[in-house]
């Protein structure tokens, strides 16, 4: 059984950093594709990173602030955010789809956690 547990999430002030965690079983991150997600209050999903094998991509909103590493030996995979804004609030999902396009599109992700809030305050 596939588990993907997100942690790091919390409060934090403009300006301010986070970094998220999400730590895997049931499968390898090596051999798949992990991303991160998002969902601010009332909006719909949004693709934020993806981590795949040749390299990283990013949404546009993010670019420069935000940061995807992935360490494949103990399945964790890590967001680094700086510079944080209060529109980067929202509830942060990690996913895992196997190899394949380095889509940041939701429904192209099979596996999902639970998500942990992020709230930054003026």
């Known amino acids: 059984q596939v588990q993907l547990v997100e942690s790091g999430g919390g409060s934090v002030q403009v300006g301010g950093s986070l970094r998220l965690s999400c730590a895997g079983s049931?499968?390898?991150?090596?051999?798949?594709?992990m991303a991160w997600f998002r969902q601010p209050p009332g909006k719909e999903r949004e693709g934020v990173a993806v981590?795949?094998?040749?390299?990283?991509r990013y949404a546009d909103s993010v670019k420069g602030r935000f940061t995807i590493s992935q360490d494949n030996a103990e399945n964790l995979v890590y967001l680094q955010m700086n510079s944080l804004k209060p529109e980067d609030t929202a509830i942060y999902y990690c996913?895992?789809?196997?190899?394949?396009?380095?889509?940041?599109?939701?429904?192209?992700?099979?596996?999902w956690g639970q998500g942990t809030q992020v709230t930054v305050s003026s």
């Open positions: 049931g499968l390898r991150f090596s051999e798949h594709l």
């Open positions: 981590h795949y094998f040749t390299g990283t």
């Open positions: 996913a895992a789809k196997p190899f394949g396009t380095n889509s940041l599109r939701a429904e192209d992700y099979r596996y």
